[in-house]
């Protein structure tokens, strides 16, 4: 589009941001209040798998975008977190489960069919497995939960697909599932942090001004997203294979989008076991006083 300015000279336009989400309905909520606050108009929203997602934002095709923390914590050197907003829960989250044949405590041995679209939860599921039950099982990546549990004795699901084994548990007879926020909660007694929010160490030096706009953007979609989450939940239900009030369960009482300080002593306690703790030294996003206005 050529542009004009006052005096009648040509000028090239200002690139929107451009801003990645997961398909995943984790991040429905957010979306909905973007619409609804009229910010689409000055972001290119750009939806994708969480694990596409950040090699989008590290080649420098995305501007900010949720990603899995996993990546996050794999990339710190070359990313920073936008501060108070990140996906997660605190306490079952519904969106990533292990489902399986057997008890948890039995997997030792045994096939864990990983999906690949969540690094964040393929790697909360083995830190569950090999240091809070003891078992080592034998990890393969797989297809959908039907084929999965052909060949594997446990499936690691993600999306909504755990959402659906979580509303619907009994998936097939004979078959558990796990939350994986709720056993994370029980064994460290803090919050689940998913995914958070991130942008090019880069960008935030040279465009500080445009990733705070999209800050601020997100945090007042949030709050739209609360606050209107009955019609969003009667929206998204005419789509999905859920209720209405499964649905605004799930986005009111089951995911938070906070990340103050137990969700970040919840990130600091997953790097630790992880072995990435020293990647959270110091654990901060870009200058807020620049940031929020």
Known sequence: MICMTSSGQIRQPTRRPRVGRSAFLTCTPLFWGLARSTALLDIDLVQDTPDRLTGRLLSGDLDVSSISLVEYLRHSDDLVMLPDIAVGSDGPIQSCAIVTKVPLSALNGRTVALATTSPT????????????????????????????????????????????????PSVSAGVRTYDLGELWRHWSGLPFVLAVWAVRKETAAQRPDMVGMVHRSLLAARGLARSESRELADRVALWEPFTAPMLQDYFTRTLAFSLGKRERLGLSEFARRSGTSRLLSPLRGPNRSRLIM
């Open 121 to 168: 939860t393929a790697q909360m599921s083995r830190l569950l497995l090999e240091q809070r039950y003891g078992v080592t099982p034998r990890y393969v990546t797989g297809p959908p939960l039907e084929v999965m549990l052909e060949s594997a004795d446990a499936a690691v699901l993600t999306g909504d697909a755990a959402l659906a084994a979580t509303m619907n």
